[in-house]
């Protein structure tokens, strides 16, 4: 047998040190793994950093919301109380504010004023005649004792007196009423107020009950709210009410009145509010109102920790290993940035003041997503701006 070379024994060296390494290097790798096996699992990934907040308790004003169109108060009908006359004079015009008193237009009065001097002219025939008719009654009653005169006579002389003085009485009242028509080719203001609309024209003849003019008496207006019957106990007269109008402009007022009766088809009633004079509300505009009905506590946290989704309102809870737990809620009255959280839904998952709650970055997270905490919860007073609330219509 031949024996190797020494070129064949080096290579034969090399193979088994090459060998023995790599050996090594597994049986290594090997117990390495089996190692980690012992470790607790890597911690998993934050998807986003997110900011905490927690629910807040604050007194906040209780209101109930409605809608409803602003109306006058009263507004007066002035027209024509005489017919076939022509309109001579047209003192104001749609916006002005007049006394009660005061010329609002005139008619053409020499018709008029004819009868009535024909009219005195009677009441002096009438009064002339009773003169006479009295003279006589006067003589006769002297001599009714004489005999010159039969009573017969006497009692003529007596009815004449009667009749001449009912003569006058009824010229007198003919001349009155002459007089009330002469006064009534006036058309006089019947209240303080604005004038709201005008149909009278110079030189038209105005038919006898025709509208010439409309008043708001007093230059009142007034809040038409169209409330729930459900919602009417919590209303009282009295109550204070901010109204926003159309213009933006919120509007103080203060309940007058509750309709007796409510609608039978919206199951609505009417709540008069009564409206500052003057005002920046006008008659005809619409707007939306909040009845003052107290305070009372509300749990609140910021809007930007509540999530809509699918029509419904959702915040996070920061759980164990920084894990989100997503919990359904209802949501009350909202005032400047802060909203009310009534209670989780059907009284699971109750928010308290203790939980921790995610501020800011909600909207990007779902059930069980692990987030990163920048800053500790902090609890930092909420403002309750009372002077202008949005809250939700209490039902």
Do not use: C
Request: avoid cysteine; aromatic fraction near 4%.
């Amino acid at each position: 047998m031949k024996k190797p070379s020494l070129k064949q024994a080096a290579i034969v060296a090399v193979i088994v040190v090459i060998g023995s390494g790599a050996f090594w290097a597994t049986t290594s790798n090997h117990a390495k793994s089996g190692g980690d096996k012992d470790k607790e699992p890597a911690k998993p990934k934050a998807s986003l950093t997110v900011t905490t907040t927690k629910a807040q308790s604050v007194d906040w004003p209780l209101s109930l919301s409605a809608n409803g169109s602003i109306a006058a108060w009263q507004e007066a009908v002035v027209g024509s109380e005489l017919g076939g006359l022509l309109l001579a004079e047209v003192n104001v015009n749609v916006g002005d504010v007049v006394k009660r008193g005061q010329v609002l237009a005139r008619f053409t009065n020499e018709s008029v004023a004819a009868q009535v001097a024909q009219q005195k002219a009677a009441v002096e025939e009438a009064r002339a005649a009773l003169s006479e008719a009295d003279a006589n009654a006067e003589r006769a009653r002297t001599l009714v004792n004489s005999g010159a005169l039969s009573g017969q006579q006497t009692t003529q002389y007596e009815v004449a007196e009667r009749s001449a003085k009912a003569r006058l009485l009824s010229a007198q009242a003919s001349l009155e009423m002459q007089q009330i028509r002469l006064r009534q080719t006036q058309v006089i203001a019947p209240d303080d107020g604005v004038i709201s609309s005008r149909t009278a024209t110079v030189g038209a003849v105005a038919a006898q009950g025709q509208e010439l003019f409309k008043l708001i008496r007093q230059n009142r207006l007034e809040w038409r709210a169209e409330v729930n019957a459900s919602d009417l106990l919590q209303i009282k007269v009295g109550q204070a009410v901010k109204l926003r109008v159309t213009n933006g402009v919120l509007v103080d007022g203060k309940v007058r009145m509750i309709a007796p009766t409510v609608d039978p088809v919206t199951r609505n009633a009417l709540v008069y509010v009564d409206l500052p004079v003057p005002g920046s509300a006008h008659a005809g505009m619409f707007g939306t109102g909040q009845f003052q009905l107290g305070h009372a506590e509300a749990l609140t946290l910021p809007q930007s920790a509540v999530v809509m989704r699918d029509g419904f309102s959702y915040v996070y809870q920061l759980g164990k290993d920084d894990k989100v737990i997503q919990t359904k809620v209802a949501l009350g009255r909202r005032v400047g940035e802060r909203i009310e959280v009534l209670d989780g839904v059907n009284g699971a998952n109750s928010i308290t003041p203790t939980m921790t709650l995610v501020e800011k970055g909600a909207g990007f997270l779902a059930d069980g997503d692990t987030v990163r905490v920048a800053n500790p919860a902090e609890n930092k007073p909420a403002a309750a701006h009372a002077d202008h609330p949005a809250p939700l219509a209490m039902k």
